[in-house]
Structures are given as C-alpha cells and as structure tokens.
C-alpha cells in the first residue's frame, strides 16, 4: 500500500503540504446539502489536510451571478487562503460585466469560472471582458465541460485566443475520455480537472497516461460534492504517490503561480 | 485507526453491452486485498443480459466456494408463470446455501412490484429475515418506500442512491426502520453521512463501493474522513452487514 493510500484508507490528514481543490461551489443549489457553511467546508478541508479550495458561487449559472460574488467574497474574507474564489458573470451588459470582473479581481478573486448551463456558448461576447482580464493577469478559468465535441472547439478557439490564461475543463473524462486527452495533450494551457461524482475505475489513470501527469488537477466540486469522496479516486489511482502529489498539489500550485498583476 | 471494512455493494463476472471487458473474481479480490475490505455481498455486475438468472446465482455461489470472502447476493423472482422454482423454495435454497442477501430487479426479470404480482416473494423474504439488495435504478426510492410499507420487519438495502435524492432519501429512512443504506458510489453529499447518523443513527448505514464501476478507494475516504466517531465507523464499515446477516432464520 502507497503512502498516500494508507493515509486515506485510515482518515488520516495527508502529508502533502500545498493540496489544491480548483474546483468548489459555495452556496444554496436546487437539491439538499445538510450544511452550507463556509465553516463546514473547512472543517472537512482540516480532517483532511487540505490547504484551499477554489469556489464559484452556486449563482454561477444563473443570472444572479454578481450577487454570489459577494457571497463567495464574504466567505474569501472569513477564511483567507482557505477558501479562494473564482468570479462568474451573467453575460449581459458588457460595461456591467468589465466592472463586475474589475470589482472581483480588486477584491482578490483567483480565477473565473463560467458554465455554460447558462445557456450561450463560451465563445459568446459577454464572456469576453472575463478572458481579457485572465489573459492580463495570467489567471485560470474554470469551464464546465461533459466532453461534448462543440464545446472542445469553442475552448480550444479560447486556448489560442487567450494563451496566458490556463483553461480547466470540469468533470475531464465524465465522457469522450479521448476528447479531453486530445485537448489536454494539443494545447498547452489546457488542464483536466478530475471532478466526477461516481469516479468511474481507473478513469485518473487514464487521464494521468494520456494528457501527462502535469495536466490533471485535482477538483471536488465541493460542497456540490463530498470532497472526502472526490479525494478518493486521486489516492486511490495505481499511480506512484509523487504523481499523486502532482495532481493533488504541484499542477494547481504552477497554475496559480503565472498570475502577475 | 484502521477498521474493517466489508463491502455490500460490489461484484464480478458481468458485462455492459458494447464493452468487451469483464472484471473476474480474482481481480475483485485483488482490489479487496489493496484496498484492505476483508469481505464483499458479491452480484453478477454489470448485469446487462444476464437473463439465466438461475445459471447467473450458480456463479456467485461457485467463486463463494473457492473464496469464502465472497459472499453471494443472488437474484431472486417471482415464480409465477414458469421458468422458475416456487418462492418459499427459492428462498429456503438460497439460506441454505449460505447467501447473504437477495437482490432485485423487476424490470430486467419482466415482473413488477404490484402486491399481486410478487407478495409470495416478499412473504418469503420477509419470513427469513432476508435482506433484500435494491439498486436505485432497478428500483426506485418511492418503489423501496412501498415495499417497505407493505413489508415492515423486511430488511431492505438500496444502493446507488443519487446525491440530488436526499430530500427523498432522508424522509425514506425515517419513515420506514427496514430499509438500509449502501453509501456507494454516487451518495457524494457534503455532509451526508454526518446527517443522516444525527438523523436516524448509525445502524442502517452501509459501506458500499460500487465496485468494479467505481474506483473503491472512494467509498473509504467519504467514510473514513467523515466526522464520526469510531464506534459508528466500525458499525457502517462493516457491523451493521454482518448482524443483518447473521440475523437471517436459518
């Protein structure tokens, strides 16, 4: 048994000291979590040693947008470094989305996060004033994907546009593993995040063997999620513990060091 | 700590219509053994045409005999129209053959869950004290709450429970005593687990895997980093399978 195996397999915090979930939600969804608190998702973050969590507000695929931004902000100032943010936007308005978006990345938001549940492409001009400001500042976005062709063409269009900006694709291998392979593998600023909510079996290994240790980060999609069973498949992957750390740590840690301001 | 674990929601043998692979009881076992689960209720999974439910229960039975960890969840049916040996004989050749569990699945066996299709099945069942395995897409949370009502002292344990479903689930449990809870491999609630010990204890709960659809390593983690005490980890990890096994009338 790895280390990190045996760290999970007994409930204890791992010994990996910079662990980095890119993708979290705070917030109230359509169906019941027992606990929305920011207080609550730390608390699991300390049983298992993880350092930080990058959220968007539930809001991010509704309209209200803004108003979860600052939602997510009062929780980023309850628990600095803990709990980091990714901004969202409602695409209306472009004078609107350019403030919001000053506002956010003023107010010390990591990264933006936009889903296309809202109902456009992410090609679409609304979105832009977000990829400008990630393109300056070096930031990640985070993209709600489910391997659909369409959406690889539209992402791969902003790789190339906007190649300062790391692209993270959410839920990488939830279909079309080889999609998000070719993605990973053809553009260099494109990662794969591992959230998924049944972790199919040796999905991570797939990933990890295709697209490289370097381009798979780690995301719970907590509290959407259970972050301690979206670790799982990560500790739980016949790969060496050091690409383990890679994913858990490492990768989220090189994304977010490219920042400049 | 470490604790035991034993799995009520995994298997071998099966196969899903246009994937070639086929996960033997061997590498089931492999898996138990990496992962430390000392014993696993074991199905035919995946179980897309497996039609020959007799043949299917044979081999669950024959890995058992050449590795007592797997303990067989056979499928049972209603007998009615042929096919198929009466309920109560069923039923009485399963415990003796030392399952523990049945497992369900009506539309896959083209039966239903009417009371007059299938009361002679669920009074067999229920007479033995037999848990009965539901997986949620074979049988739904609103199905598991009417057999429940209809069947009181049957133990039921439904697996594969959504994490949208809570609002559904959370009610399921606490109106009806018989029914149990595998907490693979799609229960991925924040909190969850937390909830429901505080809401109807720790007895009804399961670990569950899901296994060989599911990285395993999953199901341990949520349980092993929730916030509970060590006595209720002990019991969902794997007390609360084997008294209802044990519990089963000879």
Known sequence: MSDLLEYGRTGQPLPVPDIIDVHGHLGICGFAIPDTTPTSMVAVMDRMGIRSIICSSM????????????????????????????LSVWPAEEPAIRAEVDFCLEAGFTGVKIHNSQGFPYTYPGYLPAYERAEEHRLPILFHTWGEEPVFAEIAELAGRYPNASMLLAHAGAANVAGYVRMATEHANVFLDTTYSTSPCGLVEQLVAGAGADKVVWGSDGYFFNQAQQIGKVLGAKIPDETKIRILSTNALAILSRRVE | MSIELFDVQCGFGGARAGDPAVVSAEALLREMGRLHISTALTRRVPDDRLEDV??????????????????PCPVVVPSRGGSLPPEHAQVAAHVAQGCGAVSIRPAKDYWDLAPWVCHRLFDALQERNMPVFCLASDVSLVQVGDLAGRFPSLPIIVAGVHYRQQRILLPLLETFPGVHLSLGNCYTIHRGIEELVAKIGPERLLFGTGFPESEPMTAITQLMYADLTDDDRRLIGAANLRRLISEVAP
Not at chain 1, 59 to 86: K, Q, T
Not at chain 2, 54 to 71: F, G, K, M, Q, T
Request: charged share 20%.
């Open chain 1, 59 to 86: 809001h991010c695929w509704d309209v209200d947008a803004s108003r979860g931004n600052r939602e997510l902000l009062a929780a980023m100032r309850a628990f600095p470094g803990r709990i980091l943010g990714y």
């Open chain 2, 54 to 71: 007799p043949a299917s229960n044979a081999v669950l039975y024959a890995a058992r005999d050449e590795h007592p960890s797997l303990i």
